[in-house]
């Protein structure tokens, strides 16, 4: 199929990082690199200063990397950065790829996959990595999946699926393994190719493995990237 020129400006509004997105990427790269070492502590106060806001977007910010296991919040002492590990990476993507195959079988039995938003995602894609924007492609690649997800109309996987955070880990996994940014939309293009094909194994199989390429991609946050195989 013939890809329809999309220009970065267009993309959708979903793939625009709120403030407190912002702030959260920005602390995430942060730690990821180092930057930010174990036990340091983060003041929502300084960190609104430096960001030119007020508190709110900030504490949500920190909410959230409390949610992935990053930083942990100590009472009337602000929040301190915990050791970041890669384990949690690869724990997530293993449940995600559990998840998603069940949600493409369910999606695909059903005949509900939304073909045309999934069309619509991988476009955006494209857009997001001629225009080098590694946040947007994140958050596009989030809702490319789940739309799958929701699909699949089970309330207790959708439920599941949303409480890993998706956009958050994606984040943390794209700085981690700075793949090409072409190469990621690539790969959701492929995925949904085989969707359309009807064949339901295939596709389920190909869920799967989109999720663990990235688990099991050695991640060296320092060096080169190595960009999953599959």
Not at 164 to 190: C, G, K, N, S
Not at 213 to 222: I, L, M, R, S
Request: with cysteine; net charge negative; glycine share 6%.
């Amino acid at each position: 199929m013939a890809e329809s020129p999309v220009h970065p400006s267009t993309a959708p509004r979903s793939a625009r990082p709120t403030l407190s997105l912002q702030i959260r990427d920005g602390l995430l790269r942060r730690i990821v690199t180092g930057e930010l070492g174990e036990g340091e502590r983060l003041i929502e106060t300084r960190i609104a200063a430096e960001y030119g806001t007020s508190q709110a977007p900030v504490r949500e910010a920190l909410r959230q990397l409390e949610g992935l296991g990053l930083i942990e919040s100590l009472p009337r002492h602000g929040s301190r950065v915990l050791p970041f590990a890669e384990q949690t990476i690869r724990e997530a993507y293993i449940l995600r790829a559990a998840l998603e195959e069940t949600a493409t079988r369910l999606a695909m039995l059903a005949g509900a996959l939304p073909l045309d938003r999934l069309e619509e995602a991988v476009q955006d894609m494209y857009a997001c990595a001629r225009a080098s924007d590694v946040t947007g492609i994140g958050l596009t690649s989030a809702r490319f999946h789940r739309h799958v997800v929701q699909a699949g109309g089970n309330g207790l996987l959708t439920r599941a699926w949303e409480a890993l955070q998706i956009e958050a880990r994606t984040a943390i996994a794209l700085m981690v393994t700075r793949p090409e940014l072409e190469h990621v939309a690539d790969e959701h293009r492929e995925l949904l190719e085989v969707m359309r094909t009807g064949d339901v194994e295939a596709a389920c199989r190909h869920a799967r493995d989109h999720q663990w390429a990235y688990a099991d991609t050695p991640h060296d946050a320092y060096g080169t990237p190595r960009r999953p195989t599959s």
